[in-house]
Nanobody
Framework: QVQLVESGGGLVQAGDSLRLSCAAS????????LGWFRKAPGKEREFVGG????????YYEDSVKDRFAISRDAAKNTMFLQMNSLKPEDTAVYYC??????????????????WGQGTQVAVSS
């Protein structure tokens, strides 16, 4: 089992920045990928980005790759999502997720077995 707790969400204005954190506990993450997903009202949950825990390789959805950055602090078992130049369309509940590395795409939710409770991000125009 892996327990995931997100934090750092809030209400900001367009153009502002936020940094989300995802603290993991339980099993070693050595063989895991961790990802960020988001779900906006009335929309499907979508992939934002992910990171391979062993070597730090990152992956991003096209609409955020020039504005968001994922990093990790392996010593603290914590993943971060730095979000810059936020837009109203970034408003959503953001979830972190964890799963064992596999042949599945990191962008599919089926690749992840463990999910956090989510943190709300609201961006006003």
């Amino acid at each position: 089992q892996v327990q995931l707790v997100e934090s750092g969400g809030g209400l900001v204005q367009a153009g502002d920045s936020l940094r989300l954190s995802c603290a993991a506990s339980g099993r070693t993450l050595r063989f895991h990928i961790l990802g960020w997903f988001r779900k906006a009202p009335g929309k499907e949950r979508e992939f934002v980005g992910g990171i391979r825990w062993d070597d730090g390789t990152t992956y991003y959805e096209d609409s955020v790759k020039d504005r968001f950055a994922i990093s990790r602090d392996a010593a603290k078992n914590t993943m971060f999502l730095q979000m810059n130049s936020l837009k109203p369309e970034d408003t959503a509940v953001y979830y972190c997720a964890s799963g064992l590395k596999s042949t599945m795409s990191v962008a599919t939710s089926r690749a992840y077995s463990y999910w956090g409770q989510g943190t709300q991000v609201a961006v006003s125009s």
